[in-house]
């Protein structure tokens, strides 16, 4: 049998605001709020929300809500970003559809009627036409950074290392815990671990936030972009399995053992002579070699 609902909270649930999302091509977890936000500002919100209630056909709005809906999914989809960054007609066109949709939206303005209503429409228009503007300008500054970075990185790795590619950005936008804030600029997948310190050098040098990354399935959240002018560095070539030696553990006979270039490991696990697949990671005293992976037989 079910609970019995409570009456104050049937109230208290009838008397929230309906959540809207008007914004169209609007596949993300994003409201309606945070893209405005994101787009226009702070004070946009609070302006729609006004307008909101005086609504008369809505088409203004509608013809708002799109050119915000264009622009929102250009910027969280990197495929059509490489597109529109290949095709620079394409993107010319879509522009100047967004500059004409602003400008029908200016058409219909009546300062007549309500001079103060028509003041906060003016200030949405500016707002919006000030996104369009940085929309484009986008477009042209990251075309200008892609060949800076390929200038800059490219004599401290090999080409391919440097990934600007749909797949490997959306690989790398969230870790294990699915938060999805910025989509690299950047990915960056070095042979070895020589080519780090200068690869982190050259990223200051052009002023990227970096990023380290390993497998991402870290729950932290400590591998996810928060800015679009990020660098993941993956690190995952750089763990190299050479050929098994014989080494000695701090006491006890001679073991197999894997090294891993992963370091030097400050403490030790002793094994389990009871577990076939049992497994210890030790320093070896008084030597900076990478630590070992004694694997019990």
């Known amino acids: 049998m079910n609970a019995p609902i409570a009456q104050a909270a049937l109230v208290n649930r009838a008397a929230e605001p309906a959540r809207l999302r008007e914004i169209p091509y ?20 609070s302006v729609l929300n006004q307008l909101r209630q005086e609504r008369q056909t809505g088409r203004s709005a509608r013809m708002l809500y799109e050119v915000l809906g264009d622009m929102w999914v250009v910027q969280r989809n990197p495929y059509l970003q490489d597109d529109l960054l290949h095709n620079p007609d394409r993107r010319k066109l879509l522009v100047e559809a967004l500059q004409h949709r602003m400008a029908e939206v200016q058409k219909r303005r009546l300062p007549q009627d309500d001079a103060h209503r028509d003041a906060l429409v003016g200030e949405l228009i500016e707002a919006a036409n ?61 042979d070895t671990e020589a080519e780090m310190a200068r690869l982190v050098k050259g990223c200051i040098e052009l002023e990227l936030t970096i990023i380290p990354r390993g497998g991402g399935t870290g729950y932290t959240g400590g591998a996810i972009p928060l800015t679009w002018r990020s660098v993941v560095i993956n690190t995952e070539n750089c763990k190299p399995l050479p050929k098994w030696n ?30 076939r697949a049992s497994c210890s990671r030790w320093t070896p005293p008084r030597s900076r070699r990478p630590a070992s992976a004694a694997i019990s037989p």
């Open 26 to 45: 609007n596949y993300t977890p994003f409201s309606d709020k945070e893209i405005v936000i994101r787009l226009l500002g702070t004070s946009a919100w």
């Open 130 to 190: 000030r996104a369009v503007r940085e929309f484009d300008r986008m477009f042209v500054e990251a075309a200008d950074l892609r060949q800076r970075v390929r200038k800059t990185l490219g004599k401290l790795t090999h080409k391919d290392n440097i990934k600007f590619d749909g797949l490997s950005r959306v690989s790398h936008v969230t870790d294990a815990t699915d938060w999805r804030v910025e989509y690299p600029f950047v990915v960056l997948t070095p």
């Open 246 to 275: 014989k080494s000695r553990c701090r006491r006890g006979p001679p073991v197999p053992t894997v090294w891993t270039e992963a370091g030097v490991v400050t403490s030790a696990w002793p094994m389990r002579p009871s577990a």
